[in-house]
C-alpha cells in the first residue's frame, strides 16, 4: 500500500508520560500535515511540514512538537501528556506544498488513550 | 478567523429522499472550499471541490458567497451514501497551506 501510513494504529498511556506518533506520506508527497481529532470535535489543524520545513502552525500545545526527516516521513510528539490529549490523530499528505487542488490524502489514524 | 460549520451532527433520511448537508463558513478572503467524506472503515477522502463545479457519486455544492454557505446536496439518497461528511474550507498563504474542517455531519440513510 503506498498510501500514508501510521503507526502506532492504538495506544495507551498514562497521564505524565511521552509518546511519539509516526507518519510515512505517500510516495513523492513532500507535504505533510497532522490534525488533531477530540470527541465531538472536528479536526483540528496543528502543522505542517513541507520537505522537511515547517510551514504552518494550527492549534498545537507548547507540549507538541513535530518534524519531518530527509526521507519524509514525520514524527508527532507529545509530552506531559493529559486526559484531554486523548484522541484521534491524523496524518496527511500532499504532493505539493499549496494544496490548490484541496486534496489531502490521510492515514487511518493513530487513536490515543491517556488514562 | 476562519471557521466551519456544520450544524447537524446527524441527518437520517430514508432512501431515495433528498439529502442537504449544510455547511457554513467565515472567511475574509476568497474561499476555497471542500467536502470530504469517510465511508465506514475507510480513509477520510475528498469527494469535491467548489472549484471544479462537479457532481461526484451525484453529490453537488453551490458556493454561494453571499450566505457564505457551501450545502452538498443529492436529489435522491443510497444506502451506500451513509457516511460520516466534513466541509472544509481551504487557506493558502503562498509559502504555507492548510484546511480547516468542520465537525462533520453524519448522513444514515434508512431502507
Known amino acids: 500500500d503506498s498510501g500514508v501510513t501510521q503507526t502506532p494504529k492504538h495506544l495507551i498511556t498514562a497521564t505524565g508520560q511521552r509518546v511519539t506518533l509516526r507518519c510515512s506520506p505517500r510516495?513523492?508527497?513532500?507535504?505533510v500535515y497532522w490534525y488533531q481529532q477530540s470527541l465531538d470535535q472536528g479536526l483540528q489543524f496543528l502543522i505542517q511540514?513541507?520537505?522537511?520545513?515547517?510551514?504552518a502552525k494550527g492549534n498545537i500545545l507548547e507540549r507538541f512538537s513535530a518534524q519531518q526527516f530527509p526521507d519524509l516521513h514525520s514524527e508527532l510528539n507529545l509530552s506531559s501528556l493529559e486526559l484531554g490529549d486523548s484522541a484521534l490523530y491524523f496524518c496527511?499528505?500532499?504532493?505539493?506544498?499549496?494544496?490548490?487542488?484541496?486534496?489531502?490524502?490521510f492515514g487511518e489514524g493513530s487513536r490515543l488513550t491517556v488514562l | 478567523a476562519q471557521r466551519v460549520t456544520q450544524p447537524e451532527k446527524l441527518l437520517s433520511v430514508f432512501k431515495g429522499a433528498p439529502v442537504e448537508l449544510k455547511c457554513n463558513y467565515s472567511y475574509s478572503g476568497s474561499p476555497e472550499l471542500f467536502w470530504y467524506v469517510q465511508y465506514s472503515r475507510q480513509r477520510l477522502q475528498l469527494l469535491l471541490r467548489?472549484?471544479s463545479r462537479e457532481s461526484i457519486k451525484g453529490f453537488t455544492a453551490d458556493l454561494n458567497k453571499g450566505e457564505t454557505s457551501f450545502h452538498l446536496k443529492k436529489p435522491f439518497a443510497q444506502e451506500e451514501d451513509s457516511a460520516m461528511y466534513y466541509c472544509?474550507?481551504?487557506?493558502?498563504?503562498?509559502?504555507?497551506?492548510?484546511?480547516?474542517f468542520g465537525t462533520g455531519t453524519r448522513l444514515q440513510v434508512t431502507l
Open positions: 510516495s513523492g508527497d513532500l507535504s
Open positions: 472544509a474550507l481551504g487557506q493558502n498563504t503562498g509559502t504555507a497551506s492548510k484546511l480547516t
Open positions: 467548489h472549484i
Open positions: 511540514y513541507y520537505n522537511g520545513e515547517e510551514r
Open positions: 496527511a499528505s500532499s504532493p505539493r506544498l499549496i494544496i490548490n487542488t484541496g486534496e489531502l490524502f
